[in-house]
Structure formats: C-alpha cells, structure tokens
C-alpha cells in the first residue's frame, strides 16, 4: 500500500502531538501554520507557514496530502469548506462551523435534549433587564474564545452596565453553574455506530485555564453513565470522524450539564497517551486515514499537570524523571503567562 499522508491545520502542542501519533502509524503529516515558529514543525515531516487566507500556499499544501484534519476550532469555514472540494475535510467543516459558535452549539446540543447551563444571546445592553434570572452569569464571546480568554464574570445589572465592551461582535449570557466538579469525555467515532470512548476524565481549571487531569473521575454511576452516553449521542449526530472532546459541569446536586465541544483531540486528554493502548491522537490519525479500529485497553490511572508559563523551567532543568512520569515540553520559543508549555502525566 503507498504511503497515507495527512495535512494538519495548525502547529500548537496538539498538532505535534498528532504528528507524533501519526509517525507510529506510518503516516506522513505536512503541518500548515501561520506562526513560523510552531513547534509542530518539530515532529512532522514537512511544514509550511503561511496565513490561513493564503490560497496558493493552501493548494500547495493540499496538493501533498490525502486527508485534511485540524487541531483548533477557529479557523475560517470558508478555508475549511475550499480544501474539501479538493481532498476530504475531517471532521468535516460543517461541524466545525456549528461547533466554533457558542450559540449555534448549545441549540444544537439542547435539541438532542441534552442538558447545557442556560443562557441567552445578548445583542444589546437594554436586553439585560430581561435577563436577570442569569445572574450572576458569565459573559462570552460566541466565537474565537480559548481557555477563559473573551469571558466576563457579572454578579449584577450594574456590573454589565459598567462594562465597556461592544455587543454586537456576538456575546452570549451563561447562567454560572454552582460547580461541584468538572469532567470531560473523549471519544472517537470511526463510522457509525463505531466509537472508541475513553473513560470521564476529571478536571480543574485555575483562572479558566486547565490545570490537572486524572483517571478515574470520582463521580457515581449515573454520571459515568449519562455523560458517556451524551458524548455518543453529539458524535453520532454530527457524523464525526475522529477525536472529539465533551466538556460537562456537574453542580452541588449531582446534574450533569454539557459545557461544550470541542471538535478536536484535547488538553484533557493528553494522559490518553501513557494510559491507554491507543492514545486520543492516535486514534484521531487511525479514524480520519480510514485505518483500523483497535479496541481500548486501560493501562494505568493517571494524574496529569499542565505546565504554564515560567513552571515549565524547572522541569526542563531536571535530568531524571521517575519511571511512571512522563513529562512532555511543547518546545514553544517563547514562554509567556498563561501559555501552555508542556504538561507531566503520572502512572498512579
Ligand atoms: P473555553 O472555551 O475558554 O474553554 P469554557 O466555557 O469552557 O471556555 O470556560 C472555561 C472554564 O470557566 C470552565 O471550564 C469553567 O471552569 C469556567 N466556567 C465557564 N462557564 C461557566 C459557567 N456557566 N458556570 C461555572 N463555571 C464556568
Ligand atoms: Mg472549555
């Protein structure tokens, strides 16, 4: 068979954790990314950066390749939606579409009655009196938001009142979960009715930013359960191909909300690849190339830690880790506040 070669969109730590995955398989990666310092460029065969409007650099990118897949939401649908008439686009730019609004998103996952927090599109600053059962609630943008970044926490009509931004980029009203704990499922669809799913993993955000992973979730049965089932549910109805990641809020009373998708493999997951026979990435590469569905076995539970901004120095300084660590350095140039450096899993 000649070889599968598999063009990746953006070049952060998941585009080389994806690389990394793919050369396992035998499958080649050229990685297309508008920073020219990406670190993917690190781990895949051939890089080429250039702004994602950039039609020639994107027909000679897709003119290497075979299949096309992503590592971040935000990018055009138009890019998206042109490069799939050319080669197939997975998952495919329609769910990105739908998936990269916050609105459209949780209509589409309300539909499938499946529980989100409440919420409201807010367009104008008089709307807010209408809205007071949301407060206190938090203020997003429907589009382009990352890791807490475009968010606004408002305890009162007063405190949106005072705020000086302009509503009419898109915003959505949250209603703010009494939060008990915070889960993710990661789950792969092949085709239909065909899914690997790795078991809820459980995750605390410090200042909205991902902090710690572990397996196993401590929740009960219905949770396990529900959410499990939910992710199936969202996957099967968008068609997915590939890894796809739920984020869910679960409040003081044990109900489970859906807080979003991400469709793409995820922080969250990142253990996956010391505690399971297939990480998410691999199986991200094995469903998107059409390659063969292996089933997933659990290795080990597993903590993980996300190294942000100056943290990652000390590990870097370190010589010998145990052997049930695994620490991983995403290589980027630059450190900077709030940025995700590199992350440690720990076998447990
Ligand atoms: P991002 O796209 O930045 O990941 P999220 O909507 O997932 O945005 O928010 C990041 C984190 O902020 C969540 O994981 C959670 O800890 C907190 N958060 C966001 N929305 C709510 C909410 N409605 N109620 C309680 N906590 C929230
Ligand atoms: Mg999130």
């Known amino acids: 068979m000649s070889q599968t070669t598999l063009g990746i969109i953006g070049g952060g730590q998941l585009g080389s954790m994806l690389a990394i995955a793919a050369k396992k398989l035998n ?91 409440r919420y409201a599109s807010i367009e104008k600053k008089s709307e807010i009196d209408s809205l007071k059962d949301l407060l206190p609630g938090i203020l997003k943008t429907t589009t382009l938001g990352y890791d807490g970044k475009g968010q606004y926490p408002i305890n009162s009509v007063e405190e949106f009142n005072s705020l000086n931004i302009n509503l009419s980029k898109g915003y959505i009203l949250e209603k703010l ?26 995750n605390k955000h410090e200042d909205q930013i991902l902090k710690f992973s572990k397996i196993p979730a401590e929740i009960n049965k219905k949770i396990y359960d529900q959410s499990k089932d939910w992710a199936m549910t969202i996957a099967e109805e968008l068609k997915y191909v590939g890894t796809l990641c739920v984020e869910f809020f679960i409040d003081r009373n044990d109900n489970l909300y859906v807080n979003e998708v991400a469709p793409r493999v995820h922080n969250s997951g990142h253990l996956t690849i010391n505690a399971y026979n297939i990480s998410q990435f691999e199986n991200h590469v094995r469903a998107v190339c059409g390659l063969e569905q292996i089933p997933l076995k659990k290795i080990s539970n597993a903590k993980m830690i996300n190294l942000i901004g100056d943290q990652i120095s000390h590990y870097r300084m370190l010589s010998k880790f ?13 450190i900077k506040e709030k940025r995700k450096m590199g992350h440690l899993t720990t076998l447990v």
């Open 322 to 334: 145990n052997e049930n660590e695994f620490f991983f350095d995403y290589l980027k140039k630059e």
């Open 177 to 202: 979960v009494k939060l008990k704990q915070e889960i993710s499922i990661i789950i792969t669809r092949f085709a239909n009715n065909k899914y690997e799913v790795y078991e809820p993993i459980e």
């Open 27 to 117: 499958v080649e990666t050229i990685v297309y990314c508008d920073d020219q310092d990406a670190p993917a460029q690190n781990f895949c065969t051939k890089f080429i950066s250039a702004n994602y409007d950039n039609k020639e650099k994107i027909i000679e990118f897709v003119n290497l390749v075979d299949f096309v897949t992503y590592e971040f939401e935000n990018i055009p649908f138009d890019t998206l939606n042109e490069i799939n008439k050319l080669k197939p686009v997975l998952p495919k730019p329609s769910v990105n579409r739908l998936i990269q609004h916050r609105l459209a998103e949780k209509d589409f996952v309300n539909n499938l009655n499946i529980r989100t927090t």
